[in-house]
């Protein structure tokens, strides 16, 4: 077993619980939502996030047992927003399988993503926890203001990597922090240690999405579950390409601006590829994901050594080792 296999094992029997908690969760009366739903909640998710909030809620020192509640949560969202990606994207594949938009259609994939966020609003309003309903509601507009701004900078070939980095803070830390804090306070952790379990996902989930970008142009196609080069077939904007159009030179840059352009960019991928080796552009980028694994690792040195604190380590360093 890797160590990546040890934490999952480890926390195996609260993630079975979380499960179940998902499937009680589809039990509206529209039978098309619960199709659609448990279609794309069981093609073969990570559970990154649930994860990781029932690791943090075992840092403390009473563990409210309505976490495992919460665990859904947190995955229906990740799962709401998935759905309305693959709308946004035109996505034919998800996770090596046809999107739920190319069997069910667009309209159903939207309002089954609306479904599952209020699903997920009424389950955490019932805990009646402020704090908790607070950190969701921010959580949710900052994810929404992540995904219009990378809309909005589309084939954005002046982006900086400054503001991709708030992009991805945005639509895609934001959850991974959330859960990460949600589980501190499930575990009844003090405030700073909840701040620092906030910080380490708020870096972990720079990496993961950096990681994630990179695995687009170089990750074999049959583990990704997709083919190599859909973010720049898409003009999405990350940091490999924003580090090469940086480096370039200006014939350079204007042939892959032209090749951006044409619609049709994989066909030339290997070219861009050989490009991206010579300004070692997918190198910076796995540079920049370990220093931000770096950085969340950091953030636990408040928490005392405990099997806990080593499997965030193991979740940390997997998100920049992972393959797929």
Not at 105 to 125: K, P
Request: glycine residues 6%; positive net charge; proline residues 2%.
């Amino acid at each position: 077993m890797t160590d990546i296999d040890n934490v999952w094992f480890r926390y195996k029997e609260a993630l079975n619980q979380v499960e179940g908690e998902i499937k009680r969760g589809l039990d509206s009366e529209v039978a098309l939502i619960n199709e659609v739903a448990q279609y794309t909640l069981v093609s073969g998710g990570k559970r990154i996030r649930p994860l990781l909030l029932v690791i943090c809620a075992n840092m403390g020192q009473s563990i409210d047992k309505r976490y495992l509640l919460l665990g859904s949560v947190v995955e229906f969202i990740h799962t709401a927003t998935l759905l309305h990606d693959d709308v946004l994207d035109n996505a034919r594949i998800r996770r090596g399988q046809p999107a739920a938009r190319n069997l069910y259609g667009n309209q159903a994939s939207i309002l089954v993503g609306d479904f599952l966020y209020t699903r997920a609003v009424c389950r955490v309003v019932s805990m009646e926890n402020l704090e908790m309903n607070y950190l969701l509601s921010f959580t949710c507009s900052k994810m929404t203001e992540g995904e219009t701004w990378q809309l909005a900078h589309t084939s954005d070939f002046n982006l900086t990597e400054e503001r991709y980095l708030k992009i991805i803070a945005y639509k895609t830390a934001s959850l991974i922090s959330a859960s990460c804090k949600l589980g501190g306070v499930m575990g009844s952790v003090a405030s700073e240690e909840k701040e620092a379990l906030y910080s380490f996902g708020h870096n972990l989930g720079i990496a993961f999405q950096v990681a994630d970008d990179t695995l687009d142009y170089v990750a074999d196609k049959n583990r990704l579950g997709k083919a190599l080069g859909q973010d720049i077939k898409e003009g999405k904007m990350t940091l490999p390409l924003i580090h090469l159009l940086s480096r370039c030179q200006k014939k350079e840059k204007e042939m892959l601006i032209e090749l951006i352009q044409s619609g049709k960019p994989q066909k030339d991928l290997s070219s861009i590829l050989k490009l991206m080796e010579m300004y070692g552009s997918i190198s910076y980028a796995q540079k920049r994901a370990a220093l931000f694994v770096k950085k969340a690792k950091e953030k636990l040195r408040i928490f005392p050594r405990s099997t806990h604190k080593e499997a965030l380590q193991t979740v940390a360093e997997y998100v920049i080792l992972r393959d797929y």
